[in-house]
């Protein structure tokens, strides 16, 4: 597919990516609205970032991707199936209101999920602080039904005391009464109401460090005297500094002497998923007969967890920064414009 971020960006509606696209763009606000609200986060952003590149769509682009869609609906769609409220309207005659409503949660889940779905656009420590003065119990049953993913990130930012006792309640959650999921419904509502007034977070660390990466001058001293004031956040910045990322615009002789310092092994880790930039760079420095056995070295080393990558690189970057301070190499800290 055409990279949708690429300002040469034509689309030729040849994926399926980009004919969903032109499909929302052509049936008005509303129903795309209603369509986009289907989605998960992932799908949505990948979605919109194409139809915001879309302009000057040809006719004929157009007539293929709705032929498509068409073809698929026809193939789809045979006897539609019984709508919720069709389902619901036909069990309540037959069963009574409490039954049908029992009936339906086991066929369609709760009907809390698709609100708690709304919250993966919350940062996992708004959420956090939302639920912090909940009962223990009331934790538990918000945690399970959000994502795994976000759940996880919202218990790292609960206080550390009290998260075992979150997790023993989550673990042992089997059916949720009526009572509780009334609750639920409210505590997500507030969640909802107040998502527009949470604050926005910023790296602030990640920032200080690229401001400092671009000063003249002697950058040490200036790091030297922020860590007099304060030492945890002086050393937050240095690390920050030293980002892997920066590999990727070393020169030859920097990265040669970088790499005589890194065991291969090492290498194998952290290279798992790097950008294709920082991957060259090393590979084109390392002489020819190391780079073959470097390639199969990765091969043989099958997925590595992410943690596992993330301190490979932070050791690398450790070596890198040794390797500096002691005038061994020269650092560019920061990918400079060049001038033909």
Not at 141 to 167: H, N, Q, T, Y
Request: net charge negative.
């Amino acid at each position: 597919m055409a990279d949708p971020n690429s300002p040469d960006y034509a689309p030729s509606a040849t994926s399926g990516l980009e004919q969903a696209a032109i499909v929302l763009l052509s049936m008005g606000e509303e129903p795309a609205a209603a369509v986009l609200r289907c989605l998960s986060r992932d799908e949505l952003l990948e979605v919109t970032q194409v139809m915001s590149r879309m302009s000057g769509i040809k006719v004929d682009t157009v007539k293929i991707a709705m032929q498509h869609f068409f073809d698929d609906y026809r193939e789809q769609s045979g006897v539609h199936g019984a709508s919720r409220s069709y389902l619901k309207r036909s069990l309540d005659l037959a069963l009574g209101g409490d039954v049908a409503n029992s009936v339906l949660n086991s066929i369609y889940g709760d009907a809390i999920r698709p609100k708690m779905a709304r919250l993966q656009w919350a940062s996992p420590k708004y959420l956090a602080d939302l639920i912090a003065s909940e009962h223990v119990r009331m934790q538990a049953v918000f945690l399970a039904f959000l994502p795994s993913a976000l759940a996880g990130k919202v218990i790292e930012a609960l206080p550390l005391d009290g998260r075992e006792m979150v997790l023993l309640n989550v673990a042992r959650l089997n059916e949720v009464d009526s009572e509780l999921l009334v609750e639920l419904d409210e505590l997500v509502g507030r969640c909802l109401g107040s998502l527009g007034l949470q604050s926005t977070s910023v790296e602030g660390v990640r920032q200080a460090a690229e401001i400092l990466n671009r000063l003249p001058g002697n950058r040490q001293q200036l790091v030297e005297a922020m860590r007099a004031r304060d030492a945890t956040v002086a050393s937050e910045i240095e690390l920050s500094m030293y980002d892997f990322f920066i590999l990727g615009s070393q020169t030859e002789p920097t990265l040669t002497r970088i790499i005589e310092e890194v065991p291969l092994e090492q290498w194998a880790i952290a290279l798992k998923g790097a950008e294709p930039a920082i991957r060259n760079a090393v590979l084109q420095t390392m002489p020819k007969r190391q780079a073959q056995g470097f390639e199969d070295l990765m091969r043989r080393s099958g997925p590595v967890p992410m943690s596992r990558i993330e301190q490979a690189r932070r050791e690398i970057m450790a070596q890198v920064k040794e390797l500096a301070d002691a005038g061994d190499i020269e650092v560019q800290l920061f990918a400079e414009a060049v001038v033909e």
